[in-house]
């Protein structure tokens, strides 16, 4: 088969042909039709016939054929290039017989995808190994090395020696601290987990499969707390989850042994620490405590420090017991009527009138925080644990939050002079009313900028000094 001309073949026949072609010998009609017209096709067949029948023409056909010929016998002897290479030939490759752009075209004789055919040259690449990912993500828990294990289990059988019936709740206190290094309050509900039928007994083999079997053991300390205290079909601890630990640290904690005789200052002692949990780790406020949450508070830490500590009063964390008692005196004094409810009037007495009315105002719009009390202008005990954790330690964060939702009268995140101001007209005219000498705001607001270095003065404001200022 003879091979189409190459294109500087086709140029320098059209520069033959053009010398070759005069113009009286076209013969063309006196009016050339228009191009698209019916008539045109038919004179540029005469053209084409005209050429073919000129001597140079022939010539010039006679010359590529030769061409052709001579190209496809080099093809032939360069396929006959490699074996004599593989036996010890020039070491040369040969060029390619075709253009590049010509052999990446594909073929119109079949309807599958171009194919490269593998160059007898170029020995076949060798296969990568398959790279293989280690497994990175465990559903229940890495699980524990062989060694780990079998020591965990040596440790079950010299606790459950001698009890071939199970552990009691009491002699299973040395299981959750030795074993499962959890503070003892665990103990309760840590029985109470495995027990499911409520025999009283935690046996060996009930044990293994809790603990051992379902990687709990290899878990970090705050995933075997969470999944300890949550209920099963939840993804998250709700308040009531922590009932369990604190009845069990009422009931063997030294430090709490006086409460005993008082059932009903254990129920507020136990209300308090759970809202103080809530207060510093759900920061969103929805009364669902995550995985999450907890991994970033500080609560285990405390956890622990209760359990070693028999002093609970020097837990200042969550469980000072001295703590609870000055929030709860607190809000008795202000509850007047003692129906457990404080409104604005109650709370403008807190602090020998400290607060503002347009701040109380604020709070009691529940723009800092929802209340929980479900009385239409009435705070709960819950919610004053809240403004009292936020009134006394402006330090922490949920505290500035608190107060920055409060004077951010347009809730855009940001403090605005015009807002600070709102709410220093009062403090200023208190301060006119006792006869003292009144602190003028621009002053107040000088010294804040200076202090704060807002990126654009006397417009933004994003600190909480002016709190104790406005409030």
């Not at 059988?157 to 552990?167: I, P, R």
């Not at 922490?396 to 409060?406: L, N, R």
């Amino acid at each position: 088969m003879v091979e189409a001309p190459a294109p500087s073949d086709l140029s320098a026949a059209a520069q033959v042909s053009a010398l070759s072609l005069q113009v009286d010998l076209l013969q063309l009609p006196p009016e050339v039709p228009a191009p698209g017209a019916p008539a045109l096709r038919g004179v540029l067949d005469h053209l084409f016939a005209h050429w073919l029948s000129l001597p140079e023409t022939a010539a010039l056909l006679a010359s590529l054929v030769h061409k052709a010929k001579a190209s496809g016998a080099a093809a032939a002897g360069a396929s006959m290039l490699p074996s004599m290479m593989l036996q010890g030939g020039a070491a040369v490759p040969p060029l390619s017989p075709r253009s590049p752009r010509l052999s990446r075209r594909p073929s119109s004789l079949g309807s599958g995808p171009p194919h490269r055919s593998a160059s007898p040259l170029r020995p076949p690449a060798a296969r990568s190994a398959k790279e293989v990912i280690p497994q990175f993500y465990f559903q229940d828990g890495r699980l524990p090395p062989y060694e780990v294990r079998k020591q965990c289990i040596s440790t079950v059988d010299q606790l459950f020696a001698g009890h071939s019936n199970g552990l009691r709740a009491p002699e299973f206190r040395m299981v959750t601290r030795e074993l499962c290094k959890l503070p003892t309050f665990f103990t309760t509900v840590l029985f109470d987990k495995i027990d499911k039928e409520g025999t009283g007994f935690v046996t060996r083999e009930a044990f293994i499969v809790f603990w051992v079997n379902s990687n709990l053991m290899s878990m970090d300390s705050a995933t075997q707390v969470f999944t300890i205290l949550k209920q099963q079909n939840r993804n998250y601890l709700a308040k009531e989850d922590f009932k369990p630990i604190l009845k069990d640290l009422l009931d063997n904690h030294p430090g709490l042994e006086f409460l005993k005789s008082t059932p009903e200052f254990q129920e507020r002692y136990a209300e308090t620490v759970v809202y103080r949990i809530f207060y510093c780790l759900n920061r969103i406020g929805s009364g669902q405590l995550t995985l999450r949450e907890l991994k970033h508070g500080n609560l285990l830490s405390a956890l622990r420090h209760a359990d070693d500590e028999e002093d609970i009063n020097k837990v200042l964390r969550y469980f000072s017991y001295e703590h609870f008692y000055v929030i709860y005196c607190k809000f008795w004094e202000l509850d007047t009527d003692h129906d457990f409810f404080i409104d604005k009037e109650n709370l403008i007495k807190y602090g020998n009138h400290a607060l503002t009315y347009r701040i109380v105002d604020r709070i009691f719009s529940e723009v800092p925080r929802k209340f929980t009390s479900k009385v239409e202008g009435k705070m709960g005990y819950e919610d004053f644990v809240h403004f009292i954790l936020s009134e006394e330690d402006k330090s922490s964060a949920p505290s500035q939050e608190y107060w920055f939702k409060c004077i951010d009268l347009d809730g855009n995140g940001i403090l605005t002079h015009i807002e600070l101001q709102f709410f220093f007209e009062e403090q200023l005219h208190r301060m006119e009313c006792m006869a003292q000498e009144p602190v003028l705001f621009e002053d107040i607001l000088c010294q804040l900028i200076d202090m704060i270095g807002p990126e654009v003065a006397f417009s933004t404001f994003v600190h909480f000094h002016v709190i104790d200022i406005l409030c």
